[in-house]
């Protein structure tokens, strides 16, 4: 069983920077897209990143791009989120998720597996 465990988030001012990690175990998550996605209360989880395990091929919301970097380090299984340049709308629970059949997609049903979440708060 795939599990995703996220960590990492916090309170830091606008402007400011956090790392998001995803410690990954179990299947064969090396050759999964993993997908980093986020949520406020009140409106649907959406997709801010994602990024092809096998070749570290990268896809970004349009409202990251030059902010975010989604990376990878192999030898702790584990999938960043650089946020850089950080806003107050950028305020959400971040989630994790792993796509395990390759669907290249931007949709919550797109992926199967997820994490349990990690709270960033970005003050102005």
């Known amino acids: 069983q795939v599990q995703l465990v996220e960590s990492g988030g916090g309170l830091v001012q606008a402007g400011g920077s956090l790392r998001l990690s995803c410690v990954v175990s179990?299947?064969?998550?090396?050759?999964?897209?993993m997908g980093w996605f986020r949520q406020v209360p009140g409106k649907e989880r959406e997709f801010v990143a994602r990024?092809?395990?096998?070749?570290?091929?990268?896809y970004y919301a349009d409202f990251v791009k030059g902010r975010f970097t989604i990376s990878r380090d192999n030898a702790k299984n584990t999938v960043y989120l650089q946020m850089n340049s950080l806003k107050p709308e950028d305020t959400a629970v971040y989630y994790c998720?792993?796509?395990?059949?390759?669907?290249?997609?931007?949709?919550?049903?797109?992926?199967?597996?997820w994490g349990q979440g990690t709270q960033v708060t970005v003050s102005s």
């Open positions: 990024m092809n395990w096998r070749d570290s091929r990268t």
């Open positions: 179990g299947g064969t998550f090396s050759t999964y897209i």
């Open positions: 998720a792993a796509d395990r059949l390759l669907r290249f997609g931007v949709r919550v049903n797109d992926y199967d597996y």
